[in-house]
């Protein structure tokens, strides 16, 4: 009797057991709904930030001619902005981690509006410029990221990043379409007036829709309350296991072909005899492969190969980008070019995001997203000069020719160095 009412209570045991197992599973369940909802709003902030500032890419040319601007005055407006990014990004970063992302998201949004609202009223070539400053804090794409490195674990981060794509290449089509039937149905103030609208509308989807903790509580570490842009925090993120190596290849990688892309206005008219018409549509294919390639093939890969195999893969492959560059004679030929680049360049993005936010604490992903964000407004503040001086000294394979020897050198690096990555779960 003893040994029935021994094994009945053992079963009770077991039964009671599996039922707080069953509602811990649904408390887990409810927490990833709520994880995924929140992931799928930053992609929509993200998707409409990026479509408002492409938007603005395509008029400002025409709104700074109008005004007066000539073609050095208007790089001298390109590279304010360059560098107004290139400091802000870490400080930024810096901002998220001490404040949360969301904090971060809403800040990036209400400069967005000061943005679109000082175009509104540049009627002066000063107040152009100074329609610029507010892009210290314009970094919605990073902010984004942000939220999605909180509310992921390390093995689904790549993935969830690399969806971000899609984002970036809705933003390119749309934003490009958008700026000119707009400025030219309703002249070229008034997609500035769309981007206040659109500014602030994300700024409320921030404030409503994102929660203020992102990270989960297991996560959740002391950060340091001090200085916004610190030397000595960027120096000590880069001390760790495999950080500064990666970073190195992050930067390297893609400057040739950043280059490229800031001379490809002037390319496409005097080497590809494009019109501005054409030139519109190369850019909708350029966001369509962005579309498929980031959105769907890079998550997939990741989730089959590791993300060092995809780094050397991507290098790689820009490498052999670079020789198609440097062969290249008509805008067919880099139409099947723009294939494998968009690859490499979404591939290398992703996974160095990836790879450089699980190398540091939690508490400075932030940071570490900032100073990562800071590497293409570096290119567009140095790219003019740079890029100026190779294509009328060498011309246009020379970009290839580069591209080229810098990656294959790379590889060769990666090839023969085992960089020493450390996952960090904690501070």
Sequence with gaps: VSTMNARTSSRGEEEASGKRNETLGERDCLGEAERQRVIRVAYVIAALDLTLLFMQFGVMPYLARSLGVDSVGFGYLQTTFGVLQLVGGYIFGRF?????????????CVSGSLFFLFMTLSTSIPILFLSRLPGVFMHGLPGAQKVITDMTSPSQRAGALGKLGFCFGVGIIFGSVLGGVLSTKFGVYFPAYVGLVGSVINTLIAMVCIPSQ??????????????????????????????????????????????????FSIISMDFFGLEAVESGYLMSYFGVLQMVVQGLVVGKLSNHCTEMTLLRLSVFVFAGVGLGMALMRTVWHYCIVAVPLVFAFSTLATITDSILTKAVPSSDTGAMLGI????????????????????????????????????LGLFVYLWKNKIPLEEMKSQ
């Design 214 to 263: 992102t990270k989960p509580k297991s996560d959740h570490h002391a950060t340091e309350q001090g200085d916004l842009f610190s030397i000595r925090e960027i120096l000590r993120l880069m001390k760790f296991p495999g950080v500064m190596e990666v970073f190195i290849i992050k930067v390297f990688a893609g400057l040739p072909i950043g280059l490229f892309m800031i001379m």
């Design 372 to 407: 990562c964000a800071s590497v293409q407004p570096l290119t567009r503040t140095v790219g003019p000069t740079i890029g100026g001086v190779l294509y009328k000294q060498f011309g246009v394979s020379s970009f290839g020719y580069l591209q080229l020897m810098v990656n």
């Design 96 to 108: 998220a981690d001490q404040f949360g992302a969301r904090a971060a998201l809403i800040l990036s």
